[in-house]
């Protein structure tokens, strides 16, 4: 009889024995992962006796059918056991030592497998940024096209500026109320790449039906239905990344779905210019263009490796370390994963247990651990829609023409919007893993308040002034630059990695939901908000927003950086109380000492105590054992 995950009783009678033995109490601290108040980050396998281990690893092997690797699975197991310790394992030869020195200094360096997957699939981000501009445009033209005029003045102005409102925010409470909470099922059933493949249909066929639509209610049909596609997409999209790539890398990697978002954004502009010209079907031809990237993640998806994680969770052991061995550059290192997040997935599952889909979605607000990861998920996906940025990627050419320009020239600052929201995405790819998530929020939440309200004081400017278009496009460029590698890049990659295994896809789905339906109700608001508030009261009540945002993720966001999946979950044990008092009582004391007082000797205590050290420290580490070892050679390829 199997216990969670197929555990054999031999094997779960192994864990228990081992954890009443002198020598594992010994070693290893055993830590209550819904009430962490030592805020102890533990390894599952530190502390077992060899023997015990190697024992439990055969266990493993015979069960999954996963004979034929045993020799890695145990030399796996006993570099997962004290990862930098791998120099003195006298079981492992120089080939292997030498992959597992070039995972720390050079961890870059990673198999094809594992960027075409990343890459292909955040190419499916682009239809979200593509679309968003393309309505952009065609919210020029298509009210008219219509017969549902917006403009000041217009008959029915006030009526026609809440359908209008409501056609673009479409997409968004489709995702909100449907596609979002489909990926679950979806995802049970079809696996990652299946939800994906079914997501990029919906992208591809109903972005085409916008472009043919002949009439508004037909459009706003299209649009809901487009954000099925979207919301699944973008619930699953972030979750198969961070799935798939190690811990080291994962922000850079992940946060490929922003970068392609923002690439989307820019080509959106760029199409919009492309067909400035079209006459009446310009608004179509803007609108049916985001079909572009989803046909490579049609085409592609299968041929990417499915998420090992998946697998582990549907008991396919032997299918996950198929998946591992083409995502990661040494047979070891795909033997050393594939224990250690099954090792991790067994304290996991003693506090989750088993669960149907209504169930897991109450278990987010029930179980301490998943609450506060929904917590912490909820605050980075409503901060980027209290930040503003949308009300600019949905409006912009809108903002420039109130501003005075024309609708050529409206383009054309709307396209330098884009590409530096574009251009400004890169440094996140290193910063998101070295500085951390919540330091890149932290720092340009403040930043984007400043140039938000600046970007709304200029419409102070008379509007025949030359500074006066000038001075508004600048501070939107600023604010765009500043958000680009922070609250861009960290939201989705952030939701992606806090959830447990288990609840994954329902959390994402949460984080996605809460993330787009504020988008949509943005979307549906901004236009009656800046006739009841004029422009430069939106744009100083996005500016407040962002402050309010700032001291949400100071008090409620810990840090994920440089983690495993499944050692989030002792992050996530931590109360929610231990964390704000200490970013409250020690982080910002020491930040105000250190940095306003420019004191140097001042120290900060740790929050989180580590089993094993992040990846800087493991350099160091590395380098150093490096350093003493004379018979060090990278041994040449044959």
Request: charged share 15%; aromatic share 14%.
């Amino acid at each position: 009889m199997s216990g969670a995950l197929g555990y054999s009783e031999k094997e779960q009678a192994n864990v228990n024995e081992n954890k009443d033995s002198d020598d594992f109490e010994a070693q290893a601290v055993n830590v209550n992962l819904n009430k962490n108040l030592s805020a102890k980050i533990k390894n599952p396998l530190a502390g077992i006796p060899r023997a015990t281990l190697m024992s439990q690893v055969e266990d493993f092997a015979k069960r999954t059918d996963l004979m034929d690797a045993l020799g890695l699975l145990q030399k796996g197991a006993l570099v997962a056991q004290d990862p930098p310790a791998f120099e003195d394992l006298a079981e492992l030869d120089e080939d292997e030592k030498d992959a597992l020195r070039n995972e720390v200094l050079h961890k870059w360096r990673q198999p094809f497998a594992l960027y075409f997957t990343v890459i292909l699939c955040s190419v499916g981000a682009a239809v979200q940024g593509w679309d968003q501009t393309g309505s952009n445009g065609a919210n020029l033209s298509f009210g008219d096209a219509f017969g549902i005029p917006d403009s000041p003045g217009s008959p029915n102005a006030e009526r026609n500026s809440w359908i209008v409102g409501l056609i673009n925010s479409g997409p968004y409470i489709g995702s909100a109320f449907i596609g979002c909470w489909l990926s679950d099922p979806l995802n049970n059933y079809l696996g990652r790449r299946g939800t994906i493949f079914i997501a990029g249909i919906f992208c591809l066929l109903t972005v085409l039906g916008s472009a043919v639509s002949q009439t508004w209610e037909q459009l706003l049909v299209t649009r809901l239905l487009l954000g099925i596609g979207m919301g699944a997409k973008a619930s699953t999209v972030p979750i198969y990344g961070a799935e798939n790539v190690p811990a080291s890398i994962r922000g850079g990697l992940v946060m490929c779905w922003q970068l392609w978002t923002a690439f989307g954004i820019f080509l959106g502009f760029c199409a919009n210019l492309a067909v400035y010209n079209a006459g009446d079907i310009t608004w179509r031809l803007q609108l049916g263009s985001a079909f572009i990237p989803a046909v490579p993640l049609v085409i592609g998806v299968f041929f990417c490796p499915e998420s090992p994680r998946w697998y582990i969770k549907k008991n396919r052991f032997k299918k996950a370390y198929g998946s591992l061995l083409r995502l990661r550059n040494h047979p070891l290192q795909a033997a050393r994963d594939l224990y250690y997040i099954q090792a991790q997935i067994i304290e996991e599952q003693a506090i989750i247990g088993t669960s149907n889909y209504v169930t897991r979605f109450i278990e987010l607000f029930t179980i301490p651990r998943v609450r506060r990861a929904t917590l912490a998920s909820f605050v980075v996906m409503i901060a980027q829609q209290m930040c503003g940025i949308n009300i600019i990627a949905f409006y912009s050419s809108s903002i420039f023409t109130d501003a005075g320009a024309g609708r050529l020239q409206a383009l054309f600052v709307s396209w330098g919007f884009g590409l530096v929201n574009f251009i400004f995405a890169f440094p996140a790819i290193r910063t998101i893993d070295t500085y951390g998530r919540r330091t890149l929020l932290l720092f340009t939440f403040p930043q984007m308040a400043w140039t938000l309200l600046a970007a709304g004081f200029c419409f102070f400017i008379p509007i025949e002034s030359k500074a006066h278009l000038p001075c508004i496009a600048f501070f939107i460029f600023l604010f765009a630059a500043f958000y680009s590698p922070g609250e861009g890049p960290v939201p989705f990659t952030y939701s992606a990695e806090v959830f447990p295994l288990s609840h994954r896809e329902v959390g994402m789905a949460w984080a996605v939901a809460t993330c787009l339906f504020w988008a949509a109700v943005l979307s549906v608001t901004y236009p009656r908000i800046v006739l009841a508030f004029t422009i430069v009261g939106a744009f100083g009540f996005y500016a407040a927003m962002n402050v309010c945002a700032f001291f949400m993720i100071l008090l409620f966001v810990p840090e994920t950086k440089q983690r495993t999946l499944e050692e989030l979950d002792y992050v996530f044990a931590v109360p929610t109380r231990k964390h704000a008092s200490y970013q409250v009582f020690k982080a910002t004391p020491y930040w105000f000492r250190r940095y306003v007082f420019q004191n140097k000797s001042a120290t900060l205590e740790p929050l989180y105590q580590f089993d094993t050290p992040l990846a800087d420290s493991a350099k160091e580490v590395v380098k150093e054992q490096a350093r003493r070892n004379s018979s060090y050679r990278r041994p040449s390829k044959a």
